[in-house]
């Protein structure tokens, strides 16, 4: 767990130390941040695509974890969780700062859908290397302090999902590692990409994607890689 305990400390950093940047900011150069942000969000997501083993895999998945995040009303539980801990840090007017709700979703998601999350906490819970992990918190922390700047302390406590999620990876490892084929991680990591492509088309205002729904995805899509694998 020594990775995921470092990469929450440096979101918490980046978050923090951004959001105070970002108060110090015109309302102008918030909006250009923001756009900064969605753009590198969208290169980050082709990026990723681009290392899909089969495209015809990744949309299925897409599709099929799309139906089911909509089933499960993962959009509005996630956004209910951000305006909870908003309402819990309404009292300090700093922490409620900026779109709070919009920061803790895109900054959980980001952090949490790229390949490095996968692969770092495998070699973190099988070999105890968390080497791939601390580089990702570099990443992270810089990433965190744009995205912060820009929507405030929500991107603080994304650090909550990733001490969740990547900690389950982590303790998760060594099931994982008997499971997970080259082309289910590549295919999984096209997926996330995907959806941090539908991310940024919100960040940038161009249309509302429900994209927080689409996270089943990171599921069905290594889930239908197996499957095209065995046929």
């Given at each position: 767990?020594?990775?995921?305990?470092?990469?929450?400390?440096?979101?918490?950093?980046?978050?923090?130390?951004?959001?105070?940047?970002?108060?110090?900011?015109?309302?102008?150069?918030?909006?250009?941040?923001?756009?900064?942000?969605?753009?590198?969000?969208?290169?980050?997501?082709?990026?990723m695509?681009?290392?899909?083993?089969?495209?015809?895999?990744?949309?299925?998945?897409?599709?099929?974890?799309g139906?089911?995040?909509?089933?499960?009303?993962?959009?509005?539980?996630?956004?209910?969780?951000?305006?909870?801990?908003?309402?819990?840090?309404?009292?300090?007017?700093?922490?409620?700062?900026?779109?709070?709700?919009?920061?803790?979703?895109?900054?959980?998601?980001?952090?949490?859908?790229?390949?490095?999350?996968?692969?770092?906490?495998?070699?973190?819970?099988?070999?105890?290397?968390p080497?791939?992990?601390?580089?990702?918190?570099?990443?992270?922390?810089?990433?965190?302090?744009?995205?912060?700047?820009?929507?405030?302390?929500?991107?603080?406590?994304?650090?909550?999902?990733?001490?969740?999620?990547?900690?389950?990876?982590?303790?998760?490892?060594?099931?994982?590692?008997?499971?997970?084929?080259?082309?289910?991680?590549?295919?999984?990591?096209?997926?996330?990409?995907?959806?941090?492509?539908g991310?940024?088309?919100?960040?940038?205002?161009?249309?509302?994607?429900?994209?927080?729904?689409?996270?089943?995805?990171?599921?069905?899509?290594?889930?239908?890689?197996?499957?095209?694998?065995s046929?």
């Amino acid at each position: 767990m020594t990775g995921t305990l470092v990469n929450t400390a440096a979101v918490i950093a980046g978050g923090t130390l951004g959001s105070l940047l970002g108060t110090r900011f015109p309302e102008r150069v918030q909006r250009t941040v923001m756009q900064a942000v969605g753009l590198f969000t969208l290169a980050m997501g082709v990026e990723m695509f681009l290392e899909a083993a089969s495209t015809i895999v990744v949309l299925g998945g897409i599709i099929s974890g799309g139906i089911i995040g909509e089933a499960l009303e993962l959009e509005d539980r996630i956004q209910a969780l951000g305006e909870r801990l908003k309402g819990w840090c309404s009292a300090v007017p700093f922490l409620a700062r900026g779109d709070f709700t919009r920061g803790f979703v895109t900054a959980g998601l980001v952090f949490c859908t790229g390949p490095m999350t996968v692969v770092g906490s495998m070699q973190d819970g099988l070999r105890g290397d968390p080497s791939l992990l601390i580089m990702k918190s570099t990443l992270d922390f810089f990433a965190g302090m744009s995205f912060a700047a820009a929507m405030g302390m929500g991107v603080t406590f994304a650090a909550v999902i990733v001490l969740v999620f990547q900690g389950g990876l982590t303790l998760g490892a060594s099931a994982l590692s008997g499971i997970l084929s080259e082309a289910m991680t590549a295919d999984m990591t096209a997926a996330g990409g995907v959806i941090l492509v539908g991310l940024a088309l919100v960040l940038l205002d161009v249309c509302r994607v429900k994209a927080a729904a689409l996270l089943p995805a990171l599921v069905t899509a290594p889930a239908l890689s197996a499957l095209a694998a065995s046929l």
